[in-house]
């Protein structure tokens, strides 16, 4: 059951319009809008609000039922958008509709290409935003007055969410749910749809490659096995190079190829990510904490916090700790 919170404004509203993709429609829909008894009684409440207030047909040919037109979006406390067809005009009704909702202060997310129904509303001029890496060239032609990330999942700007490509909408409807309900509620969210509980925003959207041959991979797998179990241990380039059986300089490409980071960006992205673990499912004491992912001190472990989450490993426990959920 989620955490005992109240939201603001529970009512999810989705749009839907002739022509808007099948799958980025059906993921909101897959998380906001089934029933979850086991989610208590403060999830969410949810809506399918139409542009033409009809029957809408998606690419795949199906037709969804609306709720209704656009004051189905009147009072939502949060406003998604699936993907648009970005040669198509963004119809008024819709800009005005989410300026309306963004100045009564609710959140707005959108999935894919919907970005561009976004950018033609003038909300993210000077705010970050991605979208799928196709379209990225073209929304920064288009929209040069927003700061496009092209090789990222998804974008939290606070009252204004982005995603990239479809799948990463479920990415970021999920830690919309981590930031509402907590990490509990996201888990079985996710559990239910047989997806990775949390995926970091800042992830890269895709790699260059995946590990080149099954020689390689039989060596870096096990590696970064060994890595992750020895999180307490200074790894040097030199000593992984050997433990992979590699040369310094190919063992970096390969690393490179194989996860899209340096070893010491990917290193330092398990330890926040096995910190914020212990954090949310334990007592165990920060002093513990920083000693046992290879932080060394409670210090060290206190700038990364701040430096990648914003926060401090304290308050991170409290807001997400799954013993208050």
């Known amino acids: 059951m989620p955490k005992s919170l109240s939201l603001p404004n529970r009512k999810v509203a989705l749009l839907a319009f002739d022509g808007m ?9 897959e998380v906001f809008g ?13 809506a399918v609000g139409g542009l033409e207030c009809q029957p809408a047909q998606t690419t795949a040919g199906l037709k969804i039922h609306v709720d209704g037109g656009m004051h189905v979006f009147e009072g939502a406390g949060t406003v998604i958008v699936p993907g648009w067809p970005i040669d198509r005009p ?18 707005i997310l959108t999935i894919c290409s919907g970005v561009f129904v976004l950018a033609a509303s003038g909300l993210l001029k000077g705010l970050r935003a991605t979208t799928h890496w196709k379209y990225t060239e073209q929304l920064k032609t288009f929209h040069p007055d927003i700061d496009v990330v092209p090789d990222v999942l998804y974008i939290d700007e606070g009252q204004i969410m982005t995603s990239a490509g479809s799948a990463a909408g479920i990415d970021l409807c999920l830690h919309l ?11 079985t969210v996710a559990r239910r749809l047989v997806v990775p509980p949390h995926r970091d925003g800042g992830q890269a959207q895709f790699i260059e490659r995946s590990v080149p041959t099954h020689y390689e991979s039989d060596r870096l ?48 992205h398990v330890r926040l990510s096995e910190a914020k673990d212990h ?8 002093e513990r904490i920083a000693e046992h992912t290879g932080f060394g001190s409670p210090t060290n472990l206190r700038h990364h916090f701040r430096e990648h989450l914003n926060t401090t490993p304290t308050a991170y426990r409290q807001t997400f700790s799954r013993a208050s959920a």
């Open 21 to 29: 993709p099948l799958f980025e429609f059906s993921i909101a829909v």
């Open 34 to 46: 089934l029933d979850r008894p086991e989610m208590g009684p403060n999830w969410y409440e949810f």
């Open 90 to 107: 963004v119809p008024h009704e819709v800009t005005d509709m989410l300026i309306a909702a963004h100045r009564r202060g609710a959140r």
């Open 177 to 187: 749910i981590r930031r509402d309900f907590g990490p509990a509620a996201a888990n």
């Open 221 to 268: 797998g096990p590696l970064l096995d060994y890595m992750r179990t020895h999180l307490h241990k200074e790894h040097r380039i030199p000593d992984l190079a050997r433990r992979a059986g590699m040369s310094e300089r190919t063992f970096l490409r390969r690393f490179g190829e194989a996860t899209g980071m340096t070893p010491a960006k990917w290193l330092l």
């Open 279 to 286: 954090l949310e499912t334990s007592d165990i004491s920060i």
